[in-house]
């Protein structure tokens, strides 16, 4: 029973790249959703734009259980397979890295899929239910071609298996790529044995002059498997042949997700998926960011300059996901602000008893609406600014929490909370001081308490009131 069953229950609607429309969302097992979400290739640190994705993907997540749904959410890491280039030339990027720093591959997967975990972790996303490897699922991805070989969708070149695209009817749908417009487009055809430019690699062979350190056996030779077929392999292995959800980046849309389909349907001869939604790309200075750009910012450097993680979830979620988000400082700075002062208006409203009804339905409203997040923060704001009882606004903002996820619930016994802003001014001034630069210590000062706090020189460093 959906818990917000005292409210009008508006149905969970979802935007289907697939149709490109809202749809209501109707799972195949009213009991448990399943959801899969494309995970990291882990042989870098995630940067701040494959977490908007992350973020976007636990709204999801979040959005659900709200209205009542159980999630058996599975996020795969991508240990293998993956290569410098989409088409299917290139080298695998783990490998590389192992190479290029005399360790393991495996040792940098892991070390990778540590720190991711620990950015989501920081983020306050909620843990998929499991976290399958590439390198963990070959047998059931080599089962997985010769299927696809049974049903004469494979063939064979010098330098592994590719999926003929031409053999599956519905090929580039979810994209709406314009198939004959490519085939006439693809002046260089970058790889002469494949039979169509859109065909792609389910199984690539080792390199005849070279043993790689991650290669398994295969029935059509030594080599390891690619990055598309990982995904179809493991969500059918975590959760069925058919699934409810299948979330990524925007940029997943015309290759990854496309070849997802056509393997995961021509080997089942079923619908592999019903609802596919992507998340907009995070930009800086309005162009992609990206390791090929050099323009990477990650959740690390924002730590360090004093932001705090939940600033950057709030940055996220004041745009929709369907929307581009340009990255600022200025803007980081701003949401550090608007959360400072949300928790700190959180934690005067004292403890919670029965909550603002028509906010609550306001909320369920913009949520359940393609999980429109600037209009629920907006909603957050109002009810806060309005005359309800402080403890009915905690109740709600606490229950409002459990898909925003911005920690608020740390902040209700939290008697004076220091916002990070102030913090931040109060060790610049400490740093001014211990440098004998007086003026500038002075003007923080000034800063400090325009923000409402005195401040107090003391042997054990500077002392925070509230004014
Ligand atoms: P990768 O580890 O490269 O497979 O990317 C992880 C996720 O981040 C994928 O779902 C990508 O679609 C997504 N992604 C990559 N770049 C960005 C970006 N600039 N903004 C948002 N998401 C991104
Ligand atoms: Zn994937």
């Known amino acids: 029973m959906p818990k917000t069953a005292t409210l009008q229950l508006m149905p969970l609607t979802l935007y289907n790249t697939l149709s490109r429309e809202k749809e209501v969302f109707i799972p195949i097992d009213k009991d448990l959703v399943s959801f899969y979400a494309c995970g990291p290739t882990v042989y870098n ?19 659900l259980q709200y209205n009542g749904f159980s999630v058996r959410h599975v996020m795969n890491i991508t240990d293998v397979g993956h290569l410098t280039d989409d088409a299917d030339a290139g080298e695998d990027k783990v490998e590389v890295e192992a190479q290029k720093s005399g360790k393991s591959a495996n040792d940098i997967a892991e070390f990778y899929t540590n720190a991711f975990k620990k950015d989501l972790a920081d983020l306050n996303i909620l843990e998929p239910v499991t976290w399958p ?23 064979q070149t010098s330098d592994g298996v590719y999926f003929d695209t031409s053999k599956f009817k519905h090929y580039g749908r979810l994209a709406r790529l314009n198939l004959k417009g490519q085939q006439e487009g693809a002046r260089v055809v970058r790889n002469e044995e494949k039979k169509n430019p859109t065909d792609f690699a389910l199984w690539k062979f080792s390199p005849k002059d070279q043993k790689r350190q991650m ?11 690619g990055w598309h077929i990982e995904c179809s392999a ?22 990854h997700h496309t070849n997802e389909i056509a393997q995961s349907e021509a080997a ?3 619908k592999f998926v019903n609802y596919w939604l992507h998340g907009e790309f995070l930009l800086i200075d309005k162009g992609r960011m990206g390791k090929s750009e050099g323009n990477l910012i990650t959740l690390e450097t924002l730590k360090e300059k004093g932001f705090s993680p939940l ?16 990255f600022s400082w200025e803007a980081i700075e701003a949401a550090q602000s608007a959360l400072d002062r949300l928790c700190e208006r959180v934690s005067e409203l004292g403890k919670p008893i029965i909550g603002c009804a028509e906010y609550e339905q306001k909320f369920l409203d913009a949520i359940n609406d393609d999980l429109n997040t600037p209009q629920a923060l907006a909603v957050v704001w109002d009810m806060l600014k309005s005359d309800n009882p402080p403890a009915a606004k905690q109740q709600s903002i606490q229950k409002f929490d459990r898909v925003l996820g911005l920690g608020l619930d740390n902040v209700i016994h939290r008697p004076t909370l220091i916002p990070k802003t102030v913090q931040k001014l109060v060790s610049e001034r400490e740093e001014a001081r211990a440098n004998n630069e007086w003026e500038e210590a002075d003007r923080l000062r000034d800063k400090i308490e325009k923000a ?3 401040v107090e020189d003391t042997a054990e460093g500077s002392k925070l009131k509230k004014q």
Not at 47 to 52: A, C, T, V
Not at 238 to 251: K, Q, R, V, Y
Not at 311 to 326: E, I, P, S
């Open 133 to 155: 490897k590439a390198t963990e699922q070959i047998n059931e991805q080599i089962t997985l071609i010769q299927k696809l070989e049974d049903k004469g969708y494979i063939y």
């Open 215 to 225: 290669e398994w056996e295969s029935p059509w030779g030594t080599g390891f498997p």
């Open 452 to 454: 409402g706090f005195d």
């Open 45 to 63: 640190y995630a940067h701040i734009g494959n977490l908007r994705t992350y973020i976007f993907e636990d709204i999801v997540r979040r959005a």
């Open 234 to 255: 493991m969500s059918m292995k975590e959760l069925g042949e058919t699934i409810d959800i299948h979330a990524g980046g925007i940029d997943h849309i015309p290759v």
């Open 268 to 270: 089942t001869g079923k």
């Open 311 to 326: 600033a950057y979830r709030y940055f996220v979620l004041q745009a929709h996901y369907r929307t581009k988000l340009n």
